[in-house]
């Protein structure tokens, strides 16, 4: 057996390690999911049960639902292993840092979409969704998902020992992700008022693949400063 | 070029020129363009006298989000060529550009009020510039995060070239997403559709705010550049007292 490892093994090796620390402890799984449903539950009592209103603006409570619940465990997916120095020894390692974060942000949004989609149906009866609605939901969270863990990479690496960080990387993140709330909206609604979401998922498509392009790079970037500090 | 003025000394020779030059063009577009633009120009058909706040609240936003770019490309100057000068720059850039994008919300806003009926409206181009604030926010807040000034710029910089990259896409899906604003009325193919007598004062406004922002960056930096050469001054003789401390 050669030991040098190609790429491929290199990038499942640290998705299974992101696996490992993330689902061994559930705390982390479960809070995403309860916080989501609190912040349904306050618009819905924000707005009162009100059957005509709640379809009116189901879909965004959804994605706003999503994307706040995603930000507050941003934070931690690098933040963790700077602390602890683990980013300082791949730094030295012959492996891209570029590489490692691509690994990186693919598992964190496995981590996040795997919880997400299992609990979909929740949300599909909380929220009143219509049924014809699914497949296009699923498809435009599991691209959603995928940007929104992209940008957070970036954020979280933006945000590496900042002073109050933590209250920082929403100020960062939130004007980044506003077009994946803007496309991912207009897939419901166009498919609500019966019309074709095609142009709205191509739109959501495109601003992931440009953010799977850059997105490791920029974050490999910034680690390089935070580690040379 | 940037080379060549990325020099200290040789910019500040360069500004001392320049900067008079500045000041008087800005006084005198300044003055004319609100001398047309509030006594010498026809009142809209519609907007009645309203329409003069436009004068303000065109040039504001275009330098907003032309200032933005500004602050992009000096960054991109930072992180490549690592200018000291383009730092400075870039970090006396994101207040001015910040104080045009609140400029233009607020104006937007008084305007409104009476054509609208509402202080805000949700519109896709004030709607925006509002992220754009929050994009100026944001690296303002980031450059001050950080124990050294140098990780905070060298890290608000690279948001400020991820933002670059997003804004575009922002912009396009804002507009996308509804819009009741008036469409441009400025640049169009086919020349502009606004009267001549109303185009006047506001080029002349737009190149009065734009040399006035140019100023006062050129300010800001040699301000701040004094301050840094009185950092260096302070510690090189509290050194030398240290020594002399030393030697006793």
Not at chain 1, 26 to 49: A, W
Not at chain 1, 154 to 169: F, P, Q, V, Y
Not at chain 1, 184 to 205: C, D, K, M, W, Y
Not at chain 2, 9 to 16: D, K, V, W, Y
């Amino acid at each position: 057996m050669s030991l040098q490892l190609s790429f491929i093994q290199i990038f499942i090796s640290h998705i299974k390690r992101e696996f490992l620390i993330n689902f061994r402890s559930l705390v982390d799984v479960i809070s995403i999911i309860s916080f989501m449903i609190l912040i349904v539950t306050l618009f819905i009592l924000g707005i009162g049960p009100f059957e005509e209103k709640l379809r009116l603006i189901s879909n965004a409570i959804f994605w706003i639902g999503l994307i706040l619940a995603i930000i507050p465990s941003l934070e931690k997916t690098l933040q963790r292993d700077y602390d602890n120095g683990w980013l300082d020894q791949s730094i030295t390692s012959p492996t891209p840092m570029e590489l490692i974060l691509l690994s990186k942000s693919l598992a964190y949004w496995l981590i996040v979409i795997i919880p997400l989609v299992i609990s979909l149906p929740l949300f599909i009866v909380l929220l009143n969704i219509n049924l014809k609605l699914i497949p296009w939901l699923l498809i435009s969270i599991l691209v959603g998902g995928l940007s929104i863990s992209l940008i957070g990479i970036i954020g979280s690496a933006l945000t590496l020992g900042a002073k109050r960080g933590n209250i920082l990387l929403p100020i960062l993140i939130i004007p980044l992700i506003i077009p994946i709330l803007i496309f991912g909206v207009g897939i419901s609604e166009t498919v609500r008022i019966n019309e074709s979401p095609i142009g709205n998922l191509f739109l959501l498509i495109g601003f992931t693949l440009i953010y799977l392009v850059i997105s490791p790079f920029i974050s490999a970037f910034l680690i390089r400063i935070a580690i040379s500090r | 070029m940037f080379d060549w003025l990325a020099n200290p000394n040789r910019f500040n020779r360069i500004t001392e020129k320049i900067q008079p030059c500045i000041l008087v063009i800005t006084i005198i577009t300044l003055i004319s363009g609100l001398y047309f633009g509030l006594f010498d120009s026809p009142k809209d058909y519609q907007q009645g006298d309203a329409v003069r706040i436009m004068y303000v609240h065109v040039p504001s936003a275009w330098l907003a989000s032309f200032l933005y770019f500004s602050l992009a490309i000096s960054c991109v100057f930072y992180l490549v060529w690592k200018h000291p000068l383009a730092d400075l720059v870039s970090s006396t850039i994101a207040p001015i550009g910040m104080l045009f994008s609140v400029l233009t919300l607020v104006t937007g806003s008084l305007w409104g009020k009476p054509m609208w009926g509402t202080w805000w409206v949700w519109d896709a181009r004030l709607t925006s510039m509002l992220v754009l604030f929050f994009f100026y926010l944001g690296y303002i807040l980031l450059s001050n995060a950080f124990e050294r000034k140098i990780d905070g710029s060298k890290t608000a910089s690279v948001l400020a070239i991820v933002g670059l990259i997003n804004l575009p896409i922002v912009k396009f899906s804002v507009d996308w997403w509804h819009t009741l604003h008036q469409p441009a009325s400025i640049i169009k193919i086919g020349g502009p559709s606004i009267d001549d007598k109303m185009l006047l004062p506001l080029i002349l406004m737009i190149f009065a705010l734009s040399f006035f922002s140019l100023y006062m960056i050129i300010l800001n930096v040699k301000t701040k550049l004094i301050e840094k050469k009185c950092e260096a001054l302070l510690l090189k003789s509290n050194l030398e007292k240290y020594r002399k401390q030393v030697k006793i």
